[in-house]
């Protein structure tokens, strides 16, 4: 028997630079998807393939955060007293339990490898999750679940996989395939962001893994990787040096870079159409806008 997956780490003290000035007062994972923020699809995605604990690694200005899965009971009243039970349904999702979420404080952005790190000795012995909340996949089975699923399986560490254009692979963390099981692959080598032709394959690692503590031992020697970063892709990389399994899974599920700006607004467009009360209105504009701008070209 496997030990189950119940611990999750969610690195939130990048710089967000991508996103200022907005990101100069509100941190990147507030920012909402329709009604809400990334942090919320992260949550919910961890806790239906069965987190029970979440540590979220923060950093300076990110206060926003920890506010938003407090308990909130003046506008809990409010909101009971005008008998707006769809929306007290709505901060539920919010709360988490007393002793279930732990903040821990990233002092330099140093790196992915490095904010997990920093969560360590909350993980002690035993396998945990990393969710990107800025990684957003609609999928009708969560990422994390399928992840968890294809685990129980394989055991050892695992990262979610995505095939991407040639031209984008100096974006990813890039998989070196050993063997191509189709929903599954082993992973014999991983290199990050690779210039275009010259990656080992198309699987790109995108932000959703299960690692074991090895991965947070190997994270000790605090080796610089690319662009100066503790990176995490190198930390699991040594897994395979070892001799250890590394694999990849094939998820199934579109997903979107809501760190990158258009990715952000495809998110915001295919939630905003995914939803019966928008969905009308939002077609109607779109083809709207799509006509004005053809008949102008
Ligand atoms: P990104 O590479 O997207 O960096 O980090 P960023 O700082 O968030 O955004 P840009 O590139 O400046 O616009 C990927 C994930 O890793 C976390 C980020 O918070 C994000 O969830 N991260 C990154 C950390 O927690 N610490 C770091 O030192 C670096």
Redesign the pocket.
């Known amino acids: 028997m496997r030990n189950k997956v119940t611990k999750a780490i969610?690195?939130?003290?990048?710089?967000?630079?991508?996103?200022l000035p907005a990101?100069k007062s509100v941190p990147?994972?507030i920012m909402t998807l329709v009604d809400r923020p990334l942090i919320q699809y992260a949550i919910d995605e961890a806790r239906a393939a069965g987190i029970k604990e979440f540590i979220f690694?923060t950093?300076r200005g990110k206060g926003a955060l920890e506010d938003y899965f407090d308990h909130s009971p003046q506008l809990e009243a409010e909101l009971r007293k005008k008998g707006k039970d769809d929306l007290l349904e709505a901060l539920k999702s919010t709360n988490m339990e007393s002793g279930a979420i732990a903040y821990i404080r990233?002092h330099?952005?140093?790196?992915?490898g490095?904010?997990v790190w920093c969560a360590r000795r909350l993980i002690a012995n035993e396998p945990f999750a990393v969710i990107?909340?800025?990684d957003v996949i609609a999928a009708e089975t969560p990422c994390l679940q399928q992840m968890v699923e294809a685990y129980e399986e394989t055991g050892g560490s695992m990262v979610a996989a995505m095939e991407v254009p040639v031209a984008q692979t100096s974006s990813y963390g890039m998989l070196d395939v050993a063997e191509d099981h189709g929903r599954i692959v082993n992973v014999q080598g991983m290199v990050e962001k690779p210039a275009a032709g010259e990656a080992p394959s198309n699987l790109a690692v995108i932000?959703r893994y299960i690692l074991t503590p090895d991965v947070l031992r190997n994270l000790n020697k605090m080796k610089q990787g690319a662009g100066g970063?503790i990176q995490l892709t190198d930390a699991i990389a040594q897994e395979i040096e070892d001799g250890r399994p590394v694999h990849g899974v094939r998820f199934t599920g579109q997903r979107f870079d809501c760190?990158s700006k258009a990715g952000f607004l495809q998110a915001t467009v295919a939630f905003g159409l995914a939803r019966d009360d928008l969905r009308d209105a939002l077609q109607d504009f779109l083809k709207e806008i799509m006509h004005v701008d053809q008949a102008a070209q």
């Open positions: 969610f690195p939130v003290a990048g710089l967000g630079t991508r996103f990101t990147k994972e690694v950093s990233q330099r952005a140093l790196g992915l490095h904010a990107l909340p800025d932000g970063e760190g």
